[in-house]
């Protein structure tokens, strides 16, 4: 019930195109849920997170979408650069226990020139 | 704002040493800090969480007297691994965080073992 299911694993994207990144949970005490970006050989880097009481939230060219009835949310890439290529984590976690993080598998995102 | 450094970001060493790598938030208080390992192509794995002046909890099948953590400030934690063995080469991630904002991660420490 702690596990976050992150899809696909990888992603090759043309550049201007849309990269769509997926994420489901079964732990209905989940309350928030971020996304972070990782280059090789780096710490994650907090990109942009959402709470339940909304079902969208945009910064930029990014944007989560959340179903809560679903448990399903998704990170949009618009317009999506050679420069956005990383690997990306879905994480959620819950306001209790120190807000310890679950993370997704990741995906590794490719966008090409 | 809201930085958290690693150091040292690289460190190779022979089998049966002891290694420390620092946490430090920069321009935040921690209340809490977390240890992370995370192997090649692999989601990050948490080891141990630590709160500033307590015991850290360690997560079901971490080692507690491998990997010793100490927090012993609000702006320092510490994680050695004792008698290091070639398995325990890994990339090793703190991450920080006070009561207002979310984590921030350090870069990493690329730990290897030879």
């Known amino acids: 019930q702690q596990q976050v299911k992150q899809s696909p694993q990888s992603l090759i994207v043309q550049k201007g195109g849309i990269s769509i990144i997926n994420c489901a949970y079964e732990?209905?005490?989940?309350?928030?849920f971020p996304w972070y970006q990782q280059f090789p050989g780096k710490g994650p880097a907090l990109l942009i997170a959402i709470r339940p009481d909304v079902s969208e939230k945009k910064e930029g060219r990014f944007t989560i979408s959340f179903n809560k009835s679903a448990k399903q949310f998704s990170l949009h890439i618009m317009d999506s650069q050679p420069g956005d290529s990383a690997t990306y984590f879905c994480a959620a976690s819950a306001e209790i226990g120190f807000q310890k993080l679950v993370f997704g598998t990741g995906t590794r995102l490719l966008v090409s020139p | 704002g809201a930085v958290v450094s690693q150091h040292p970001s690289r460190v190779i060493c022979k089998s049966g040493t002891s290694v420390k790598i620092e946490c430090r938030s920069l321009d935040f208080q921690a209340t809490t800090m977390f240890w992370y390992r995370q192997f090649p192509k692999k989601s990050l794995m948490l080891m141990a969480t630590?709160?500033?002046?307590?015991?850290?909890?360690?997560e079901q099948g971490v080692e507690k007297d491998k990997f010793l953590i100490n927090h012993a400030s609000l702006t320092l934690s510490t994680l050695t691994v004792t008698s290091a063995h070639p398995e325990d080469s890994s990339f090793y991630i703190c991450?920080?965080?006070?009561?207002?904002?979310?984590?921030?991660f350090g870069d990493g420490t690329r730990l290897s073992i030879l």
């Open positions: 732990n209905t005490a989940f309350d928030y």
């Open positions: 991450s920080a965080r006070d009561d207002s904002q979310p984590q921030h």
């Open positions: 630590s709160n500033e002046g307590s015991k850290a909890t360690y």
